[in-house]
């Protein structure tokens, strides 16, 4: 989508850290990590949000958590856990327009998720 920061991301006219990629997943590091790890999964199909979501896409959320595990994998935070949040919409706290999965980890998270 035009003016997506993240399907430039995925067209790689904005560079990135990229922890994965394939036909359908991208998954790059955050530009502003909360904690030691801090991966944004995101489909390549522009999906603005979650409530955006279109037949068929639950195929996608589905591949993106099974990816989500590897990467805790790789990133070595499978084993001691992580977080996986999605905001959504303007009260949820979402400033960017596509569909994407924070991963974060690699140290011991507040038990408050919300503020
Ligand atoms: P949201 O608040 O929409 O759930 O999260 C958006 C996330 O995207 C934020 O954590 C922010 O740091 C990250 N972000 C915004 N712009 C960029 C960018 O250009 N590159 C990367 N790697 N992350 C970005
Ligand atoms: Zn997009």
Do not use: W
Not at 47 to 61: C, G, H, Q, R, W
Not at 65 to 79: C, G, Q
Not at 94 to 105: R, T, W
Request: proline share 3%; aromatic share 6%.
């Amino acid at each position: 989508m035009d003016n997506c920061i993240f399907c430039k991301i995925i067209n790689k006219e904005i560079p990135s850290t990229i922890v994965f990629e394939d036909d359908e997943i991208l998954a790059f590091r955050d530009i502003n990590p909360v904690a030691p790890v801090h991966v944004l999964v995101i489909p390549k199909k522009h999906i603005s949000k979650l409530t955006e979501l279109e037949e068929n896409d639950e195929v996608i959320i589905g591949k993106i958590y099974k990816k989500i595990n590897e990467i805790a994998k790789t990133e070595k935070i499978f084993e001691k856990g992580f977080r996986v949040i999605v905001n959504c919409g303007e009260d949820g706290g979402q400033e960017v327009g596509h569909l994407h999965f924070h991963l974060i980890g690699g140290k011991k998270l507040g038990t408050k998720i919300c503020q």
